[in-house]
């Protein structure tokens, strides 16, 4: 285990009105498994800890610990209190080595003027950390770094101490056997709100009829109780295998962890180059090839569908093309195949202005419409009104950015949260003019399916 990179950073945090000092230190390892790197954290950094996987599977990421965490309730100043403050933090990093970028990893909540209580309760509207332990893996190779952020201006015996507990934490995921994890065993499910979810369609399609909104997105929740406690790992495990074309997620925070396996792109920028992804309109998969086929055709040539695949389209077009050049996008969408669903998929990219950034290009497009509805404004204030739940971190931002600019943000869709004994699904879907509430809860039954089988649960359908 050869050291290969240090790095050492005073900085002032503006935002803290204070000298903090930031100490990182970089090595590569042998290839190790993500998950015995995560599960290594359970005894001591449970409720500290973050795993991200790349659709492409070129990236994955694992934090233990918070070396420093970076949270508000700032309102439509969320992204921008993020932003500054990280800046802040991370200003004096060396740049141009992506093995030595610090990573900051969290979410935004969908809504931060939703007060509904529930599980999302005292869950701040911007939440991100920085791990004390940082893995990559990235292009078939491993590093680990030790970030330390702290008042002391020498902080050696407080790094060295890190150090080692590094080394026991590579020692166990790379030694200990890899462990095989069961599904959670569910005893009871229930439907939160199923009454007043049904009457929202209702009372969204005569509000679209009425032309006070062209599209809303109306979802919901689903709450299975399990028979003991269900860890962050036996969780991720199973999404883990069962999910391999999706982007794979788990952000805990005290004793609630926030999964999912999204489909769905929200923005992405690589050295200057921004990318994002159109995913609306779906149906379900076929059982064999060639209805698979039919299925897909039918959603190419459906004009509720293409229609909702249109406004994302148009309104992620619009804000890529007020922050980038150089703009590609497709004339049509193409097929997303995922294991239970297939989608309407049109690929969007650009070359970021100077002035523009990951954080400010994801709080331009949240929430699409193909989460939020068309126009926004109105929609929102529709989901207000009628959609009875908190959707927290569900439908919201979730993703990574390092020191240079560089990140991934996807849209949390296909996920749950986790509580304890207790997991919190969520699917939702575009309610337009002739939408009918039992086609639309049929379509969240379908969406429920990722994380639902990861979770060991069946519905009486």
Not at 3 to 24: C, I, P, R
Not at 350 to 376: W, Y
């Amino acid at each position: 285990m050869q050291q290969k990179w240090y790095q050492a950073t005073e900085v002032y945090v503006d935002s803290l009105g204070q000298n903090l000092h930031f100490y990182m230190e970089t090595i590569e390892v042998s290839r190790l498994s993500a998950l015995a790197f995560y599960a290594a954290g359970e005894e001591r950094y449970k409720g500290e800890r973050f795993y991200w996987q790349n659709r492409e599977k070129t990236m994955t990421l694992v934090g233990l610990g918070h070396a420093y965490t970076i949270q508000n309730s700032a309102k439509d100043d969320r992204f921008d209190g993020v932003e500054k403050e990280w800046i802040s933090l991370t200003k004096n990093c060396i740049k141009g080595q992506a093995e030595l970028q610090p990573i900051l990893f969290g979410g935004f909540t969908f809504d931060p003027q939703n007060e509904v209580s529930g599980e999302w309760t005292d869950f701040p509207e911007a939440y991100f950390a920085l791990a004390t332990y940082q893995l990559v893996l990235r292009d078939d190779k491993a590093y680990i770094s030790v970030n330390l952020v702290t008042k002391n201006a020498h902080a050696e015996e407080q790094f060295e101490v890190l150090r080692k507990e590094r080394d026991h934490l590579i020692h166990a995921a790379q030694v200990k056997e890899v462990k095989t994890y069961s599904k959670p065993e569910m005893i009871n499910y229930f439907e939160p709100y199923k009454e007043q979810y049904l009457a929202s369609i209702n009372q969204v399609t005569s509000l679209i009829k009425e032309k006070e909104a062209d599209k809303v997105v109306i979802a919901r929740s689903l709450a299975l109780q399990f028979k003991e406690q269900v860890g962050s790992q036996q969780v991720l495990s199973q999404v883990i295998n069962e999910q391999p074309e999706s982007y794979l997620f788990g952000l805990e925070r005290n004793n609630l962890l926030f999964f999912g396996a999204s489909p769905e792109r929200l923005v992405k920028v690589e050295k200057g180059r921004a990318f994002s992804s159109c995913v609306a309109g779906s149906i379900k998969r076929g059982k064999t090839a060639e209805e698979d086929m039919v299925l897909g055709q039918s959603l190419l040539n459906d004009r509720k569908n293409g229609g909702e695949h249109q406004y994302v389209v148009d309104m992620i077009a619009e804000t890529f093309r007020k922050n980038c050049t150089d703009m590609k996008i497709p004339t049509g969408p193409r097929l997303l195949k995922i294991r239970d669903i297939q989608h309407l998929y049109t690929p969007v990219e650009g070359q970021l202005n100077a002035d523009a950034t990951i954080l400010q290009l994801t709080k331009h497009l949240h929430p699409t419409p193909a989460l939020g509805g068309v126009p926004r404004q109105e929609a929102m204030a529709a989901i207000r009104k009628y959609e009875p739940m908190n959707r927290g971190l569900y439908a919201a931002p979730i993703g990574w950015l390092d020191a240079e600019g560089n990140g991934e943000f996807v849209v949390a869709i296909r996920s749950a949260s986790l509580v304890d004994d207790k997991a919190y699904l969520y699917a939702g879907g575009g309610i337009v003019a002739d939408s009918e509430p039992q086609s639309e809860y049929e379509e969240t039954l379908v969406k429920f399916r990722p994380m639902l089988r990861a979770l060991g649960g069946q519905l009486d359908e």
